[in-house]
């Protein structure tokens, strides 16, 4: 950048910018992260990474176990990455289906997009029925066992995938019939799903627990978002070319037309 350029640049405040530093470590660490690891990847002293993340909690954007000392984003990051993602098409057109689907089906409705962790809710909607489950908006579902998630590994482009479900592979080394053990595996899943155009996980993820997923594309014929729909098993009609699976296709077919898929 030259220098004419960057006078142009707005002035800001150096220090929120350092202290940002610590903010981009924990959003893409992987995980809580203790104080040494923390200051380390962000490349200050430990003892100036500590006021910092003091500040940052009293603020709500950082929390910190107080058992192992760990620090990782707090509920006002969630809450700002979740208003952020509130603010695309997808969500802001899925947002009042939600409600109308969850009463036509008498089931627990719910829409996610793909965040920098994975397949993550945006948007919740119980039914009168209330499914017990404890995911709600910001959880991330796993791309293997969930409904949601398979979704995604059907429809993204391997490379967006490919990392969390190899790691997916390797902490899952006994699954239960019916989820992928190998990349191979999750392959064929994959392509099945596509030919189908929904997915249907009966009890994988939460035993008991029954889901069908389906797709939103955008414009360019990209997914951009999975309606998923779960309740009890035996609650959930998930046969093939039943009611739940013809309302959700419906559901997921209008709201990408209304994103100008072709």
């Known amino acids: 950048m030259s220098q004419r350029s960057a006078s142009r640049q707005p002035q800001g405040i150096q220090s929120l910018e350092t202290g940002g530093a610590l903010l981009h470590v924990l959003v893409e660490g992987g995980g809580p992260l203790m104080l040494k690891d923390l200051a380390a990847r962000a490349g200050m002293p430990p003892a100036k990474a500590h006021r910092y993340l003091a500040s940052f909690i009293r603020l709500g954007l950082v929390e910190q176990d107080p058992s192992l000392g760990r620090y990782a984003l707090g509920p006002f990051a969630l809450s700002l990455g979740l208003a952020a993602l509130g603010r695309l098409d997808a969500v802001r057109l899925a947002t009042p289906v939600l409600p109308a689907l969850a009463q036509d089906l008498g089931a627990t409705v719910a829409a996610a997009v793909w965040g920098n962790k994975g397949a993550t809710i945006v948007r919740w909607e119980d039914s009168r029925d209330i499914v017990t489950v404890n995911v709600r908006a910001g959880g991330v579902m796993p791309l ?112 990408s037309a209304r994103l100008g898929k072709t």
């Open 144 to 255: 293997l066992r969930s409904a949601t998630g398979r979704c995604f590994g059907a429809w993204l482009p391997e490379g967006r995938t490919g990392a969390i479900v190899a790691e997916e592979l390797r902490l899952d080394r006994n699954p239960p019939r019916g989820v992928p053990a190998s990349l191979d595996a999750a392959r064929r899943l994959w392509a099945k799903i596509r030919r189908e155009g929904v997915v249907r996980v009966q009890g994988a993820l939460i035993p008991g627990i029954d889901a069908l997923s389906a797709p939103v594309f955008d414009h360019r014929n990209a997914m951009v978002l999975a309606l998923t729909v779960l309740g009890y098993a035996g609650t959930v009609d998930c046969s093939p070319g039943g009611r739940v699976e013809r309302t959700l296709k419906e559901a997921a077919a209008d709201l």
